[in-house]
């Protein structure tokens, strides 16, 4: 990226980089590892057209959170779709999943020219998760 002069440095943390969650110590300490190494670069880079930003996501609908919606829906004999709003009512104050769609366009909007002043943020992208 120096030798090219330019460049987007976009890691994927989570909503754990930013706050804990009970029986996720492991999972919250790298997630925090990753938006303190977002900052550092961030500052590292800082002179140059290189940007550093994390995103930090809540629960977004892939196929890892599709199968624990499928193991809360077995294990609480409730339907499919009541699972996945139960999962989010814990956390995710919007109910709604986010889309790997929104966090994709995020990305895109941090690749551009527009964004060559958004370094070193930490991107919530969780319904209000951490609003609260």
């Known amino acids: 990226m120096r030798k090219n002069k330019w460049g987007r440095i976009i890691n994927i943390a989570s909503t754990h980089g930013l706050i804990g969650s009970v029986n996720k110590s492991a999972y919250t300490a ?4 990753l938006v303190g190494l977002t900052k550092v670069t961030a500052l590292e880079t800082a002179a140059e057209p290189i940007t550093c930003n994390s995103l930090c996501p809540g629960f977004v609908l892939t196929e890892l959170i599709q ?12 339907p499919i779709q009541e ?4 999962m989010l009512r814990e956390k ?3 109910l709604k999943f986010v889309k790997k769609e929104d966090v994709a366009a995020m990305i895109y ?3 551009s020219k527009e964004a060559d002043q958004i370094t070193g ?3 919530s992208l969780d319904g209000a998760w951490t609003a609260q």
């Open 67 to 78: 199968d624990q919606i499928v193991t809360v829906a077995k294990k609480k004999n409730i």
């Open 121 to 123: 943020s930490n991107i």
């Open 30 to 33: 790298s997630k925090h590892g």
């Open 92 to 94: 995710q104050p919007s």
């Open 83 to 86: 699972a996945g709003i139960e």
């Open 109 to 111: 909007f941090l690749c």
